[in-house]
């Protein structure tokens, strides 16, 4: 492979997100780089000219470019996986927009410190001059910390910048959130990621002055492994130079052996509490019931592999069974509990080969989901209609009490007639005209439809 070297010394580096780098970034204005500082920290971007990623945004034209190029920003909320350039941006507007800028963390800070922040913003205000206030993790603050923002938002005193990787309709309170504006960032291309890559390399605060070779498809191996997150892209880059083949005259060659050992695993973004979680499984659940045994098994394996318990996933499958495929194949469930027991028994990593097979099975299964609709609407009339007693005729007479008060009068023993059926009625009185199985046509549950039809039309007979 064509080995490249990267010396030129170019200005400027990407959009990602990088907290408590403030020494950094006086050292840059000094012309003094701290190297002892993570890479991506000493490459934080200062403008939007050096921001990658998020067209969709910060594209000529795009509506968040035009609201901090015209200053005319509110408060607002980033919601996007790590390592997009979230806290980047919120420095970036704050610094374009003449504001003073607070770091705030949702982690490590209570009501006391945003009281105490929220006062140095008012104070400032007066004198004139406006606070950006971004909060990191802001879904990590409770209900009663993301209200004690909210009159100072409203008075003007902050504009509020918060970060999410969380789904901000769930996380964060809708009072907040009506004076929000959201907008999504997204994880960074393997386009963008080559592109910071590339910086890092020439850039005199990253290894611009030292002589690092790599190949292209290297640069690239790093962009896919990172999966969208700069932060990642950069470690992983810094941690292969670092541990690069050095020549006699000091330059180093990336191998790759070397490069190898620094990719041997991804990193998938998966919250087994959050998000990405519902949506991950719902994916799953989705690809089954469209009968795509592909993708299935693809959302299956992420869930695996992001190391979510793989008895979660068999439970989902035994629901599912009886949900989607019910009486059209009811081999289906068996084959879901001993799917599930298997996973029990083995664990991971042996159990995927198991919980494949049940997927696959799945996804091809003739569908029905009458069983599932039969339990909503009876759910419905048990919540919306009376509590009927149960009728005499199918009560159990226990007692000679309860034999003289009617309990069991009228009860026909379907054992003795010779369609093995009789006519008399279980439901209570006022939903005899019910039906809520209703069976279709698909797989093995043709034959119950026809079982249920000749037994409906053997019952609509006269005695």
Request: with cysteine; aromatic share 8%.
């Amino acid at each position: 492979m064509e080995q490249m070297s990267l010396f030129d010394q170019t200005e400027g580096f990407a959009g990602l997100s990088m907290e408590g780098d403030a020494q950094a970034a006086d050292a840059m204005k000094e012309g003094v780089v701290d190297f002892t500082m993570p890479l991506a920290s000493r490459l934080r971007p200062k403008s939007l000219e050096e921001f990658v990623g998020q067209k969709h945004l910060l594209g000529p034209g795009k509506m968040l470019r035009q609201l901090i190029e015209r200053d005319q920003i509110s408060s607002m909320i980033f919601w996007g996986p790590p390592g997009v350039g979230k806290t980047t941006l919120a420095s970036i507007i704050a610094g374009k927009t003449k504001s003073a800028f607070i770091n705030f963390s949702a982690v490590t800070s209570g009501i006391k410190e945003i009281k105490d922040v929220m006062q140095q913003a008012e104070n400032d205000r007066r004198r004139g001059r406006r606070t950006v206030l971004f909060v990191d993790e802001i879904h990590r603050f409770n209900r009663a910390q993301q209200d004690a923002f909210l009159p100072y938002v409203e008075k003007g005193s902050i504009i509020l910048i918060g970060a999410t990787t969380e789904n901000p309709s769930f996380e964060v309170n809708g009072a907040l959130l009506s004076r929000c504006k959201v907008f999504v960032l997204k994880e960074l291309t393997e386009e963008d990621l080559c592109e910071l890559l590339h910086r890092a390399l020439t850039a005199p605060e990253g290894f611009g002055r030292q002589q690092v070779t790599m190949t292209e498809d290297q640069i690239k191996a790093i962009a896919a492994f990172a999966n969208g997150d700069a932060r990642t892209a950069l470690g992983t880059l810094e941690m292969a130079v670092l541990n690069s083949q050095i020549q006699p005259d000091g330059s180093m060659i990336v191998t790759n052996e070397g490069l190898e050992q620094c990719v041997s695993r991804k990193s998938l973004l998966y919250d087994k509490s959050g998000e990405e979680h519902y949506n991950q499984i719902s994916a799953l659940h989705k690809s089954m019931r469209n009968s795509d045994p592909d993708a299935a098994i693809y959302w299956m394996l992420r869930m695996l592999e992001a190391g979510e318990n793989p008895l979660y996933i068999a439970r989902r499958l035994v629901r599912f069974a009886s949900e989607d495929v019910g009486m059209a194949d009811s081999n289906a469930l068996t084959l879901a509990i001993a799917t599930y027991q298997a996973c029990h028994y083995l664990g991971v990593p042996e159990c995927d080969v198991h919980l494949a097979h049940l997927v696959t099975y799945l996804a091809l299964a003739p569908k029905s989901n009458a069983c599932y609709m039969a339990c909503n609407e009876a759910k419905r009339d048990i919540q919306e209609r009376p509590a009927e007693p149960v009728p005499m005729q199918i009560r159990n007479a226990e007692t000679k009490l309860m034999k003289d008060l009617g309990y069991g009068k009228g009860y026909e023993y379907a054992h003795n007639t010779e369609e093995k059926l009789t006519r008399m009625k279980c439901l209570p009185e006022s939903l005899q005209d019910r039906e809520y199985y209703r069976p279709t046509d698909q797989g093995a549950e043709a034959a119950f439809a026809k079982r249920l039809r000749e037994i409906k039309e053997w019952k609509a007979k006269e005695p």
